[in-house]
């Protein structure tokens, strides 16, 4: 195997690129939702910001590109450490617990895998509602462009898909509130002084990315934008 | 010594060798001691057991003193009981109550085979420190002492490190029985010291791979080493793992 291989496939190094990976979507996420907020300042910045990301071309296609590959390889990671946990002890303990204290042992941490498994299902789902959606078009300054805008107050609108929305966001917090904090750790990016403000950093983020989230639609539903 | 006397209930894990199925078996002590140990509970049962001709529990222990690592049971799904930083040899039965039950299982993880009852096969652990957790020094006189100034954080922190006894708690309590707690430790001691620097890198991609070999799963950051390792060892040993192992890059083939 070549030396990338060989690192890539060993603990350490599985758990450094779920880390990177994780970041990197992370990054993506905090975009994401900035993107998002532009919804309250109106139909013509929403659409203008769609507009100006899909005139990058070339440059757009390699971020897509390059978060496919993060996302993927990062599911990969999360899926093939849990199938790897199974075989790791065979005989289950007849009782189990946690000794708390220092455990990070928790809601978040112990449902990686499920809210993962939901998140990557919504990725899939939520990419048919916006991304491969066929647009209205709307002119603003006289350029035609999506009308993201209006997708957004149409799908929004619906009971259902507003409360799969705002579930899914609150897994994601919690996927978040394990996931940041543990990629520092997994980076090596820690130390008995940071340790508990990153653990605490990680859990504001989480809060403050899923409320962001669960706002835009629950506005839009409840009309009051 | 207390002159009361308290009842415990015990479910015990029982089990032939690696070949037969285990199961719970239910005993009662109705006149433990509170100043007695939680191996002491297990020697006065057994001295019962062998007086009425049956089969004793067999389990792990050498020192009693909470320093040799041998001792090995998990009680009520956690390693070495309730009590933070105390291997079992050091838990009393004070802390329990009047009529409690207490589960009583060996460490379970595929890289630690059944023996028999609450005895596993531990040397996976062994084999990953002779990958590399040492350091090599030429033969004759003995170095001299202090010829080597060490600073005072990295002596103190190497301290810390080199405090684990070996016990395997950490792979018992983890839920995907992960050894990273045992091998980051040893990593993140000999990292801190001049003495380890020569064969920093070689160490821990041998002990990285080792311990992927022996079966042991991997590291989720769920923590819960660090909570019942009775040496208290902190996961920070697991990140200084990781960025020993990055520097290292050079060393993978």
């Known amino acids: ?225 | 010594m207390s002159d009361q006397t308290m009842t415990i209930h015990l479910k015990i894990w029982r089990q032939k060798d690696k070949n037969s199925p285990g199961k719970l078996v239910d005993y009662t002590v109705d006149d433990a001691n509170p100043d007695m140990s939680f191996l002491e509970l297990l020697d006065w049962l057994n001295e019962r057991l062998m007086n009425e001709g049956r089969e004793p529990v067999e389990f792990d222990h050498d020192c009693r003193e909470g320093i040799c690592g041998s001792c090995n049971l998990v009680l009520n799904g956690m390693a070495h009981g309730p009590m933070q930083g105390t291997a079992v040899c050091q838990l009393h039965m004070r802390k329990y109550k009047d009529g409690d039950t207490i589960v009583v299982e060996p460490w379970r993880a595929r890289a630690f085979p059944h023996i028999k009852d609450l005895v596993v096969d531990r040397s996976a652990l062994d084999r990953i420190m002779a990958a590399g957790g040492y350091i090599s020094v030429n033969t004759g006189a003995p170095a001299d002492a202090n010829a080597i100034p060490i600073n005072k954080y990295d002596a103190d922190l190497a301290f810390d490190y080199a405090a684990c006894i070996g016990c395997g708690a950490c792979v018992a309590a983890c839920p995907n029985s992960s050894a990273s707690l045992f091998t980051g430790a040893k990593i993140a001691q000999l990292a801190h010291l001049p003495q380890g620097h020569p064969e920093r890198k070689k160490r821990v991609v041998s002990m990285v791979d080792k311990m992927a070999d022996e079966g042991f799963g991997d590291c989720s950051n769920y923590a819960e080493c660090e909570a019942v390792c009775p040496a208290e060892i902190s996961i920070t040993s697991i990140a200084e793992m990781r960025r020993e192992y990055f520097k290292a890059l050079s060393e993978i083939e």
């Open chain 1, 1 to 225: 195997m070549s030396k990338a291989a060989t690192f890539l496939n060993s603990q350490v190094g599985r758990k450094i690129a779920t880390g990177v990976t994780g970041f990197g979507l992370v990054l993506f996420i905090i975009v994401h939702l900035l993107g998002n907020l532009a919804y309250f300042a109106g139909a013509e910045a929403i659409n203008t910001y769609s507009h100006t990301l899909h005139q990058l071309g070339p440059l757009l296609w390699i971020v897509r590109l390059g978060l496919l590959l993060f996302f993927v390889y990062h599911a990969w990671l999360g899926i093939s450490i849990w199938l790897e946990r199974r075989k790791a002890r065979p005989d289950k303990y007849e009782m189990y617990a946690s000794r708390g204290g220092a455990s990070r042992q928790s809601w978040s941490s112990s449902s990686m895998i499920l809210t993962g498994i939901l998140l990557l299902l919504f990725v899939i789902t939520h990419l048919n509602t916006f991304a491969f959606h066929d647009f209205e078009k709307a002119i603003h300054g006289g350029v035609e462009m999506h009308d993201v805008h209006a997708r957004l107050s149409e799908v929004f609108a619906q009971p259902i898909y507003t409360i799969y929305y705002v579930v899914i966001m609150v897994l994601l917090g919690m996927h978040l509130r394990h996931g940041v904090w543990s990629a520092f750790q997994s980076l090596g990016w820690m130390s008995s002084k940071t340790n508990p403000i990153i653990y605490s950093i990680a859990f504001v983020l989480a809060l403050i990315i899923a409320a962001g989230f669960i706002g835009l639609p629950l506005s839009i539903y409840f009309e009051l934008v």
